[in-house]
């Protein structure tokens, strides 16, 4: 192993599209980047639990085309994913615009970044510890298939959704009594609705119906059409799960049986109770179940459920975003929370840096926000932005730029104001 392997100039915890951003940006100014993921391939939540729409790259409004928050590497990946994808963004209630995706087209897009930015990615790799010092990490310890190994890298960016690195140490984290519910994203093909609008209708009829017939458990009553994704008589869902879920897929094993069984129960249910899904059959069933929230690193500041409502602007801002406040209740409909039209709230880099290590940032859902504000900033519009930004702040400091400069460099990336 050569000293590049065990002394990286930064290391990215977390191959999630945050991590990928950060990795990405990173390497194009000049650092040599490792990342270590747990999983087995790139993606996080939009392949493992595979979410898919991605959401919050666009402005809100009313104009007959989307228009981006962030020009550069975000505006490229989401052009890059609707093109594999064969998809165009759509337009939703009050002015959003999300992009449906494919999960293989966003997996072939991180491998392709990834290796095209040579990034060197250590997969089925997981972060155990850390050492710090003098108000910095000095070493972390992860392990690879039982084989256990100490790095010592210069920066290191927390892209795990989950505060992965501070809960290795001392420092505060930021919690909650209560996060969101997770859902379990699942697909349903052989439909026989006319479209979208009339395949949620009749599900949610028959649901109901089984519910109150005792047919179905009611812990299985949330189950949404993920909207964008009806297309040749098949089509993604949410079911909502009623009770706490780890984030760690080893630790989801009992769960993933129970909600298997539970659809293969819900389906064959629904094959009998209504002509338009006598042909139903279950197709992917993705291979996490998304945990939407967890505990979440603190920065120098604290982005707020008000600064997201009021759209507070910062004049070291690193990313714009204006999705509204979607808060997945265990039981009860999401309570959605919108900001004024055509107005949006900026995320400072304050938000990304460590408030006690010197050579810590994070980025994506693990930011440094309130449960009710990562409720909005947890989408991956907003997580590739963040992501961006980390890669561009720990690259510079590694460079000895000033961060006034890569600040401003970040900035030019926003139309101002965003029209
Ligand atoms: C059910 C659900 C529905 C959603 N719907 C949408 C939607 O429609 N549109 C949208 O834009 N967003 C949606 N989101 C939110 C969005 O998907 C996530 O917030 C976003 O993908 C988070 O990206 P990330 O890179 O910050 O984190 P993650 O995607 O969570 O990536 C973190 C990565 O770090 C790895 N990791 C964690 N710990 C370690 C460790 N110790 N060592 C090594 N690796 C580690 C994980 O394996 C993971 O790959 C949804 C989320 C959920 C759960």
Redesign the pocket.
């Known amino acids: 192993m050569n000293t590049m392997d065990t002394h990286p100039d930064v290391l990215v ?8 951003a950060a990795a990405c940006a990173a390497t194009a100014r000049h650092a040599h980047v490792m990342m ?4 087995a391939y ?5 392949t ?2 595979f ?6 790259a666009y402005l809100n409004g009313n104009a007959p085309d989307p228009s981006y928050f962030q020009h550069g590497f975000t505006a490229d990946f989401v052009d890059q994913l609707a093109h594999m994808s064969a998809q165009r963004p759509v337009h939703h209630q009050r002015g959003l615009w ?1 992009l449906p995706y494919e999960r293989d087209a966003f997996l072939a897009l991180s491998n392709t970044l990834l290796s095209n930015h040579g990034v060197h990615v250590l997969y089925n ?4 510890g850390l050492t710090c010092d003098e108000g910095k990490i000095q070493s972390v310890d992860i392990s690879s298939w039982g084989k256990k190994q100490t790095l010592f890298p210069r920066y290191i960016i927390d ?4 505060a ?1 690195t501070s809960l290795l140490t001392t420092v505060d984290t930021i919690t909650s009594e209560v996060y969101q519910a ?2 379990q ?1 699942f697909e349903w093909k052989n439909l026989n609705n006319q479209d979208e609008f009339s395949c949620s209708l009749t599900l949610n009829r028959h649901l109901r119906q089984g519910i109150e017939n005792k047919i179905i458990s009611t812990d299985y009553r949330r189950i949404s059409l ?1 909207p964008g994704t009806y297309r040749q008589n098949g089509a993604f869902f ?1 079911l909502g799960i009623a009770y706490p879920v780890s ?1 760690h ?1 080893d630790e989801q094993q009992k769960e993933n049986k129970i909600i298997r069984d539970a659809l293969q129960q819900i389906t064959q249910y629904l094959r009998s109770a209504s002509p338009e899904f006598t042909e139903l059959k279950l197709g992917f069933i993705a291979p996490e179940i ?3 929230t967890g505990p979440r690193n603190k920065g120098k500041y604290i982005l707020t459920e008000q600064d997201v409502l009021t759209g507070k602007k910062h004049s070291t801002f690193i990313a714009r975003g204006a999705w509204p406040v979607e808060f997945w209740h265990f039981n009860k409909n999401p309570e959605f929370h919108f900001l004024m039209d055509s107005d949006w709230y900026e995320i400072p880099a304050e938000s990304i840096e460590s408030d006690r290590f010197s050579n810590l940032f994070f ?4 930011l440094s926000a309130e449960e009710k504000a990562i409720a909005s900033a ?4 907003i ?1 590739l932005q963040t ?1 961006y930004a980390a890669g561009v702040l720990a690259a510079g400091q590694l460079h000895g730029r000033s961060r006034q400069q890569d600040m401003e460099t970040i900035q030019a990336l926003f139309p101002n104001p965003p029209a």
């Open positions: 915890v977390g191959g999630g599209i945050a991590g990928i270590i993921e747990r999983n790139p993606g996080g939540k939009a493992a639990a979410v898919g729409t991605l959401c919050g999300f790799t997981d972060l155990t892209a795990s959704g989950h992965a997770a859902a994203v993920i949410k984030d897929p998304g945990v939407r980025c994506g859902r693990t947890r989408v991956m519009g997580c992501g």
